[in-house]
Structure formats: C-alpha cells, structure tokens
C-alpha cells in the first residue's frame, strides 16, 4: 500500500484510556467547501450539525470473546460461535492447540480441537456450554492491541447505545457520547440506530487482494424497515463512524436491508446516501483512512488534518478524539 497512507505517530497520543467524561474528548471540525479546521470539545457537537441532519449510528455491542487462562498464557479469541459448544478462534500460543488434542484448560473445562484452518483459525469444541460459569469467568472484552488489556475499561469499550451482541470491535465514533450530550441530540436532531457486528478486519492492514477484488472483510448487517426509511427520507444524512457510513452505502446500493457487505470504500468512490461522517483518527494503511480520504475528496486534505492533529496533540485510535467532517 502506498506510503502516504502511513504516518509517524509519537506513542503518546495513542490513548490508553477515554476521555473522562467520554464527551470531553476532542472534536476537530472539518469543512470540505471551505477547508477551515475548527478545534473544539465533543460535547459541542451539536453547535456544527446542519439543522437538517439525521444522526445514524450503530448500536451493536462488543462481545465477551476473549478468553484467558493460565494467567493469561493461554488464550482463546472466537470469532465466530458455530453452537453454544462449538467455536471458530484464533489461539495463542499455537503449538498447544494441535487438531485431535484436548486441551484441560481449568478444573472440569476441556477443549477439543477438531480442525485448523490455513490462517490458523482454530476450530474448537468445550465440553461444557459457553454459558457456563467456567468460561464466564475466564471471558473478557476484547481490547485492540496497542491498547494495554483492562478488564476496567471493559464497560469504556461499549457505546451506551450498545444493544445487540456480536461484535469483535467496538464502532469507536460512537464511544464520545454520553447519555446527557445523546439526549440533548435526539431533541434537536433525528437518531437513528442500525446494526454491523465489527469484525476484526476493520483494523486488519490492506492487502494487495483487497485492491485486486475490491472487497474487505465480510461483515453482516441489519436495518429495519422503518428506520431504513427514514434514512433514506432524510434532506441530510450523518453516519457516526466508518461502519454506519458503510453499513448505509451497502444499502443504498444493494437495496437488501440485511445480509453481507463487503463494500470497499475508496478515493472516487460516489457517496450515495451519507452527508457528513463523525470519525476518530485511525491507524496508518488501513482501510478506515482510504474511506476518510474517498469522503474528504482528497489526500491533501487527509494530509492536512493528520499533520494538524499531531499538532495540536489530538489522542488517536479507539479510546482518541474524534472529528467532524461536513
């Protein structure tokens, strides 16, 4: 991938932890008409809204799918739950999880290996359950990986519109709003809620068969009649973060209101239904950056609002500020 889409970040702007309280946190405003930047606080979000817009946002919730133990040698990440026994998981470290063994991983708790996958997904069978007490205690929220493991800011990882379970990620645009500033939007603006369970490719660097195929990650979706109209009945849309803005677009485009999207957003792409995007500042050669630079309509502006938000010491990544683009 092409080198302008990596940045030197110094290691301490990589927030280790949100802001206290989540709206508290940064807002840099960006006008693609005008390319003004405006510093702000999140909490004033609503002071840059059109009038007119309606706020859509995801309300999946991150899963409890990480799971330690040996005090933390072992590990077991699902990704996917196949039965309420039986799970597809990336494992650490690998050479303990060989196919045909069984794996005592507490008193009482085995785990069957029955397959592995080329990428080295792990295809793996308890004897108990995961409802069980035994692996509810060893289950954590998964935080990303340069952010240091803290079953503290597990409940910080969630949006507080968090509703429904399966998500490997938390959509992080949404982490800023608390239910005061969340209350105070709904009476002056349109809320409206869709679901995308996140999966890990979110953060995954691109590959050369991203571009080859023009497809990410696949990632399911869901959108009920009614709010689906409303968004398309809408004189201006505002997707909070990257997986509303291409939960929409898949949409838009497809017309099916729930399945599969492995819509890959990048620069001149035609936006079909979404105005204006609240993001947070993302990892470098990723495809979260080529969408903001596609919605931006240029990599002088990307370039522009990256080198003025290590500037001025905006916090990166998923707990990091967030910005407004209109």
Sequence with gaps: ????????????????????????????????????????YF???????????TLVANNTKVDHCRYLFDGGKT???????????????LVRPGRKFKVGKTLELAEGLNANILDVDENGVRTIQFNKPR????????????????????????????TIYAKLP?????????????????????????????????????FAPLKEENFVTNKL??????????????IANAKHVTAVGTTTLRTIESVAISGKLKGDTEIFITPGYNFVRVDSLITNFHLPKTSLLLLVEAFLGSRKDIEKIYTHA?????????????????
């Design 1 to 40: 991938m092409d080198e302008l889409y990596n940045f030197e970040l110094p290691e301490d702007l990589i927030a280790q932890s949100p802001a206290n309280p989540r709206d508290h946190a940064k807002l840099l405003i960006y006008t693609r008409k005008t390319g003004v930047i405006v510093d702000d």
């Design 43 to 53: 909490y004033n979000l609503a002071n840059y809204l059109p009038s007119n817009t």
């Design 75 to 89: 590990e077991i990440f699902v990704i996917d739950a196949v039965n309420d026994r039986t799970v597809k998981a």
């Design 131 to 158: 409802s069980c007490d035994d692996l509810i205690v060893a289950s954590h929220v998964p935080l990303p990986p340069y952010i240091q493991q803290n079953d503290l800011l597990a409940e910080e990882y969630q």
């Design 166 to 202: 399966g998500s490997l990620a938390a959509p992080t645009a949404g982490l800023h709003f608390t239910p005061e500033l969340k209350d105070g939007i709904s009476e002056k603006f349109q809320w409206q809620e869709i679901t995308l369970s996140v999966g890990l490719g979110t």
């Design 217 to 230: 990650h696949s990632e399911s979706y869901h959108i009920s009649e009614s709010v689906w109209q409303n």
């Design 310 to 326: 290590i500037s001025e010491r905006y916090r990166f990544y998923s707990f990091g500020d967030g910005m407004l683009i209109l």
